[in-house]
């Protein structure tokens, strides 16, 4: 399987914080949920990603290219939506494309308008104007307008209104099926990836916890649930974390558990990350 983008032992100190051996792949034409608490290494990867930031080691490839060698040609052909999108204030949107489209060999004028009118921007409107939804909105237009084959998106639907995130996902989704782009989605909403995502790549504590296919992860964990007395010190040490309260606790197991009248549950993947960033126990 053809990879749109491949990292291998992907590294970078810095004096309080160290990012050790990262390696995931994103094969072609697929979304990838890019995982992790606040300070986990995902900011930090995708800066790398972008060669924003000098990486200590490892290697980074995009379409089969060194991200360094061929940094050019690559970003042509990336699309990339920042959660806070730079752009200058006091310009309109017709102004501020005016400026990005010599720099894209393959500008699509016809598509790029086709995005405008769909996402019901005016391009008169200054940028200092746009909500953070419409913010969002022209930083994809722009993303999807030259040819890029691969949308790296850092947090983008952070802060915005369930209605918006629901259109933004399937957006996305429709973008996956007839252009065959593939996407690095980073979000801590984890209930947005539960819709789109086909792989997820969770990483903590600057460490890679696991990168996998969704519906795989999904079957691979359990979450299990008891009263009080259930939670014994035998049972503590089959859970990968677990939350108590005084009627009762929940907790995530790598696999059912056999032998056992406790409740036993599939996760989210809010489940899944809640437990591994608590780690072993969690009191209410």
């Not at 209605?163 to 989704?173: C, G, N, P």
């Given at each position: 399987m ?7 032992s992907?590294?970078k ?10 390696s995931f792949?994103l ?5 990838m ?12 990867t995708?800066?790398?990603?972008m060669?924003?930031?000098?990486k200590d ?32 204030e ?7 494309t ?20 769909r996402f ?7 940028i ?5 939804g ?10 999807l307008?030259?040819?890029?084959e ?7 639907t952070?802060?915005?209104d ?5 259109e933004?996902l399937?957006?996305?989704y ?7 782009n ?8 984890t209930?947005?990836?539960d819709?789109?995502a086909?792989?997820i ?5 600057g ?6 296919e969704?519906?795989s992860l999904?079957t691979r ?5 008891g009263g ?5 010190q035998?049972?503590?040490k089959?859970?990968?974390g677990?939350?108590q309260t005084?009627?009762g ?24 990350m809640?437990?591994?960033?608590k780690?072993r126990?969690?009191?209410k």
């Amino acid at each position: 399987m053809e990879n749109a983008l491949e990292i291998k032992s992907l590294r970078k100190d810095f004096k309080t914080f160290s990012l050790r051996d990262i390696s995931f792949s994103l094969p072609k034409g697929y979304i990838m949920g890019f995982i992790g608490p606040n300070g986990a290494g995902k900011t930090t990867t995708l800066k790398l990603i972008m060669n924003l930031i000098a990486k200590d080691g490892g290697s980074i490839q995009a379409f089969g290219l060194d991200h360094v060698a061929y940094e050019r040609e690559i970003k042509q052909r990336i699309g990339f939506v920042h959660d806070q999108p730079v752009y200058y204030e006091q310009l309109s949107i017709k102004q501020m494309t005016g400026l990005l489209r010599p720099f894209y060999e393959c500008w699509d004028e016809g598509k790029y308008q086709d995005y405008i009118k769909r996402f019901d921007l005016n391009p008169a409107k200054k940028i200092k104007e746009l909500s953070k939804g419409m913010k969002t909105k022209y930083s994809l237009a722009l993303a999807l307008s030259h040819g890029a084959e691969l949308l790296i998106m850092d947090e983008p639907t952070s802060g915005l209104d369930p209605i918006f995130r629901r259109e933004l996902l399937d957006i996305l989704y429709e973008v996956i099926q007839l252009e065959e782009n593939s996407i690095l989605f980073s979000s801590h909403i984890t209930s947005d990836l539960d819709r789109v995502a086909d792989y997820i790549t969770f990483l903590h504590g600057g460490q890679l916890i696991f990168s996998e296919e969704k519906d795989s992860l999904l079957t691979r964990f359990t979450l299990v649930k008891g009263g009080p007395e259930d939670l014994t010190q035998a049972l503590k040490k089959d859970l990968i974390g677990f939350s108590q309260t005084p009627v009762g606790f929940e907790g995530l197991s790598s696999g059912r558990l056999s032998g056992t009248d406790l409740v036993q549950e599939a996760p989210s993947l809010e489940d899944i990350m809640f437990y591994y960033t608590k780690g072993r126990a969690y009191v209410k």
